[in-house]
């Protein structure tokens, strides 16, 4: 079983960034290939990025690609997103999980709001 808690979250205007953290419980993180999900209000959940095992290869949903960075540190169970020029229609709840994502898996999530 892994434990996920999501944080970093908050208010930034426009163009701003933030540095979202999720940190897992147990010792099979690194086993793991990891994702970053959101969902903003009225829509379903999306894809938003994912890591590998040992955090060589990521890959993005298009409409984040240059602007997220996502990463992990296998040492501290935490994977990370870099998010730089946020945009309103990124405004979402923000979770992580593995990938494929597990149901049991999902966390409370951290609030991100882009305003103008």
Same mark, same amino acid.
């Given at each position: +079983?892994?434990?996920?808690?999501?944080?970093?979250?908050?208010?930034?205007?426009?163009?701003?960034?933030?540095?979202? *953290?999720?940190?897992? *419980?147990?010792?099979?993180?690194?086993?793991?290939?990891?994702?970053?999900?959101?969902?903003?209000?009225? =829509? !379903?959940? !999306?894809? &938003?990025?994912?890591?590998?095992?040992?955090?060589?290869?990521?890959?993005?949903?298009?409409? &984040? =690609?240059?602007?997220?960075?996502?990463?992990?540190?296998?040492? =501290? $169970?935490?994977?990370?997103?870099?998010? $730089?020029?946020? =945009?309103? !229609?990124?405004?979402?709840?923000?979770?992580? $999980?593995?990938?494929?994502?597990?149901?049991?898996?999902?966390? +409370?999530?951290? +609030?991100?709001?882009?305003?103008?």
């Amino acid at each position: +079983q892994v434990q996920l808690v999501e944080s970093g979250g908050g208010l930034v205007q426009a163009g701003g960034s933030l540095r979202l *953290s999720c940190a897992a *419980s147990g010792r099979t993180f690194s086993s793991y290939t990891m994702g970053w999900f959101r969902q903003a209000p009225g =829509k !379903e959940r !999306e894809f &938003v990025a994912r890591i590998s095992r040992s955090g060589e290869s990521t890959y993005y949903r298009d409409s &984040v =690609k240059g602007r997220f960075t996502i990463s992990r540190d296998n040492a =501290k $169970n935490t994977v990370y997103l870099q998010m $730089n020029s946020l =945009k309103l !229609e990124d405004t979402a709840v923000y979770y992580c $999980n593995t990938y494929p994502a597990r149901y049991d898996y999902w966390g +409370q999530g951290t +609030q991100v709001t882009v305003s103008s």
